[in-house]
Each structure stands twice: as C-alpha cells, then as structure tokens.
C-alpha cells in the first residue's frame, strides 16, 4: 500500500505495481503518508480515493509462478526449504507474458482525478516513453496448453475480473 495524503495505492504483486508505484512517487501532488509495499489497508479513510491495479487472473498466476525460477519470491524459498524446487522450474516453450498496458493509468492522470497530479501533461508524456519500462517475458508457459479444467477454476475463483472489471472469459 502506497498512501498520499489525498489518496491511496493498493500495490497487487505482479500487476505492474512496480513500475506505477515509481509513477505515482513521481508525479503525484501530495507527500506519501505511509508506504508498507503490497500491504493490505489497516483502516479506509472515506475521503481519500482508492485504486489499486489488476492484470488478466491467469497472466497474473502465471507470473507469479515465474517468479520461482528466478529464485525469487516467498514460496520459491519455501519450496527450496522442502526440496521441492523441482516443482517451480518455469519451463513450458513458445509462450510469452507481457504485462498488460496502463492505460488505465493514463485515464487516472488525465481524467476526473487529475487534480492528484501535479503536471498531469508532462506525466503522460512519461507514461509514453515508458511504455516498455514494465514489459517482462516468460521462459515458456503456453496458455493454450493448460488444461480446461484449471482455466475453467482460475475463471472461477476470479470472476469480479470478468463480471466487473471487462476481462474477456477464457471459457464461454
């Protein structure tokens, strides 16, 4: 959670939070409050504004997987603990994950909530010379290789992706 005296950050692991919380220490109108990386909201303050950044359920599940593989991230350490890295090798050819574009970002900078900004026109301008800033590839997961069933429970478990927020379904 990255906290603005006039707004809040909720950082989702691996949904670009990076790259916008960069942005956000950047160009933002007022000083951070509080700054506690993917931290989960203590108490909502009502007049402050919320957002948070999301990424496609299963491109997300996979780049967390990918995490492992480059020896990093919380359970790459509890699976080399328990001998079990063999379970998290990231191999699979001929599939390529690209972090979806901020856009959303963009609409957040020069639409209603501008006012959060101080140089709204020199952020967007930022945000198109950095357009591949958060571009990350995988070693190999072909989404058209896994199997229905865990695509079918992935579309399940995250339905507010395609119910709300305008994800397309992985299954009709």
């Known amino acids: 959670m990255l906290e603005f005296e006039d707004f809040v950050y909720l ?13 956000l220490n950047r160009f933002s109108r007022t000083r951070v409050v ?85 140089d709204p026109n020199r952020a967007d301008r930022f945000l198109d010379k950095d357009k591949q800033a958060n571009t990350s590839t995988n070693p190999g997961i072909d989404l058209e290789a896994l199997s229905p069933a865990l695509v079918a429970r992935v579309q399940e478990r995250e339905w507010f992706f395609f119910d709300h927020l305008g994800y397309r379904p992985y299954i009709a």
Do not use: W
Request: hydrophobic letters at 30%; glycine letters at 8%.
């Open 11 to 23: 950082d989702v692991q691996k949904t670009g939070s990076t790259t916008i919380r960069r942005f």
């Open 34 to 118: 509080q700054d506690d990386k993917h931290a989960p909201v203590e108490r909502r303050d009502p007049d402050k504004l919320y957002i948070i950044s999301c990424r496609d359920p299963l491109k997300q599940y996979l780049s967390l997987y990918l995490h492992g593989p480059s020896d990093k991230g919380g359970l790459r350490a509890r699976l080399n603990k328990a001998d079990m890295a063999h379970f998290y090798d990231g191999t699979n050819e001929g599939f390529a994950v690209k972090t979806e574009t901020l856009t959303d970002l963009r609409n957040l900078v020069m639409g209603e909530h501008t006012a959060l900004f101080y």
